[in-house]
């Protein structure tokens, strides 16, 4: 079974190749949504097709993704399409606006320290997911000992993903490349160089988890039982599934 996960202010999803579980906490109530994710045919044909895979990658991260993402990420999409297209100079011009930059720094601040408690419970229970994980790899079960004591650093984690775009980003600056397809293809090879990370145990791995000393923390003991409680949901699910398609 394949698996993987994201963290959310409320909770964990963890998913697999056929369906996803969040699983989030309502006060002390835990509560389960379960959803399909299996691709179509044609698009499982491009497992292990070179940069043709990427875009399965792409199918399950949109299909997993929350509402809230998903829209953010969609007006991001159409700002950029429209700037390109038409040439709108909207991002350009933002820099250069007559705004104290002090002051935005100090929204931003604000902002920061207001939402402090949710990002902090967000990055707990990103470890949280990353334990369960590396416990079931290791393992091939789960228990709250042995997910404790698990590694909360994972290579195939999205912000080992977003570190290697930013230095391949780092190249189209330096040749002043601003194009939107130069950047969709600059995260489709993202994906496989961190597809060739995680397929081997190298010296510098540790280096390549750089950015997860700031987007994963420690995990308290219920975020670790709440990830358990996920993951094994996702195990009867999955084994449901397996049942009935075997059938």
């Not at 809230?68 to 297209?85: N, Q, R, V």
């Amino acid at each position: 079974m394949k698996i993987g996960g994201y963290a959310h202010s409320n909770g964990i999803t963890f998913f697999c190749d056929v369906l996803k579980i969040q699983t989030i906490k309502v006060k002390e109530e835990i509560k389960y949504e379960i959803a399909w994710i299996l691709p179509p045919k044609w698009l499982r044909k491009l497992e292990g097709k070179f940069l043709f895979t990427s875009f399965l990658v792409v199918y399950y991260q949109w299909r997993i993704m929350s509402r809230k993402y998903k829209g953010l990420l969609i007006g991001f999409l159409l700002l950029t399409i429209l700037e390109e297209i038409f040439k709108i100079p909207v991002l350009d011009k933002l820099p250069y606006l007559s705004i104290n930059k002090w002051r935005i720094y100090g929204v931003l601040i604000l902002c920061l320290l207001w939402h402090l408690k949710k990002i902090i419970r967000l990055f707990q229970y990103h470890g949280a997911e990353h334990k369960v994980i590396n416990c079931y790899i290791k393992y091939g079960y789960v228990n709250h000992y042995l997910v404790k004591n698990s590694s909360r650093f994972n290579k195939r984690c999205g912000s080992n993903l977003v570190l290697i775009m930013i230095i391949l980003y780092g190249v189209l600056w330096i040749f002043s490349i601003e194009s939107l397809i130069a950047f969709f293809l600059l995260f489709l090879v993202s994906i496989q160089i961190l597809k060739k990370v995680v397929s081997k145990n190298r010296r510098w791995d540790k280096y390549m988890n750089l950015l997860q000393w700031l987007t994963v923390l420690e995990p308290k003991e219920e975020d670790i039982d709440l990830a358990i409680y996920g993951f094994k949901a996702l195990q009867q699910a999955y084994h449901v599934y397996c049942r009935e398609a075997s059938a």
